[in-house]
């Protein structure tokens, strides 16, 4: 199932980061809101899921149409953005067994998930 949200890795995050505002824990909070109000949900075992992260816009149109679906192998890692997600849908994240993630480049931001079968 294709959910069309940009995602983000889990900033590092402090205690002071209750009452502080800090520009990326505000982008973190928000991402959590989306996710929740979309209704994203992960089977405990089996699934796969796709980061589609968006391409810089600086990019040429030629380096954009070459890049399209293939590996993102820059930051943010992929754990991070897994952490971030599970800690949007669940608030104990334990009974997950079984997954697997990747992430890919795209035209715009979104999140796929699927079964590994």
């Known amino acids: 199932m294709k959910y069309p949200i940009t995602p983000m890795g889990k900033p590092r995050m402090t ?6 505002q800090r520009p990326a824990v505000m982008r973190y909070r928000s991402f959590k809101d989306e996710v929740r109000l979309h209704g994203l949900t992960v089977p405990e075992s089996g699934a796969h899921i796709m980061f589609v992260l968006p391409m810089p816009k600086s990019w040429s149109k030629k380096r954009k149409a070459e890049m399209n679906g293939k590996p993102h192998q820059s930051k943010p890692d992929i754990d991070n953005l897994t952490k971030a ?3 949007a849908i669940f608030e104990d994240d334990a009974h997950i067994w079984d997954h697997r993630s990747t992430k890919v480049w795209g035209d715009e931001g979104a999140i796929f998930i699927g079964s590994c079968e």
């Open 15 to 20: 205690r002071s980061d209750k009452w502080k």
């Open 85 to 87: 997600l599970f800690d």
